[in-house]
């Protein structure tokens, strides 16, 4: 069974830092582009950053413009796992994050082929 389970969540004062991990079980996806979404009570869900396989382009990294400079996203293939540290944590970063890897095509345009069930990020002001 192919799996995504992330880790890492919790609650955190505005400022903070909070490092999410996402270990993949089932399958290799060290030549998957792998990334993180998030969605909040009553909002859409929205794409956070992603990376691609580093044997594609080098492990190119996007973010949204809400988190470039605060997020950095970053891979072990060995591990077969993706990390998201999160710095300068704001209350709108409130949300459930997502782990997902796509076989084709970009996170960014919201495409996905597997879903982690998610870890709760709540920041207090």
């Known amino acids: 069974q192919v799996q995504l389970v992330e880790s890492g969540g919790g609650s955190v004062q505005a400022g903070g830092s909070l490092r999410l991990s996402c270990a993949g079980s089932?399958?290799?996806?060290?030549?998957?582009?792998m990334g993180w979404f998030r969605q909040a009570p009553g909002k859409e869900r929205e794409f956070v950053a992603a990376?691609?396989?580093?044997?594609?382009?080098?492990?190119?990294?996007d973010y949204s413009g809400s988190v470039k400079g605060r997020f950095t996203i970053s891979r072990d293939n060995a591990k077969n796992t993706v990390y998201l540290q999160m710095n300068s944590l704001k209350p709108e970063d409130t949300a459930v994050y997502h782990c997902?890897?796509?076989?084709?095509?970009?996170?960014?345009?919201?495409?996905?082929?597997?879903w982690g069930q998610g870890t709760q990020v709540t920041v207090s002001s």
């Open positions: 089932g399958r290799s996806f060290s030549g998957d582009e």
């Open positions: 997902a890897a796509v076989l084709s095509g970009r996170l960014l345009f919201g495409k996905y082929d597997y």
């Open positions: 990376i691609t396989a580093i044997t594609w382009s080098g492990g190119r990294t």
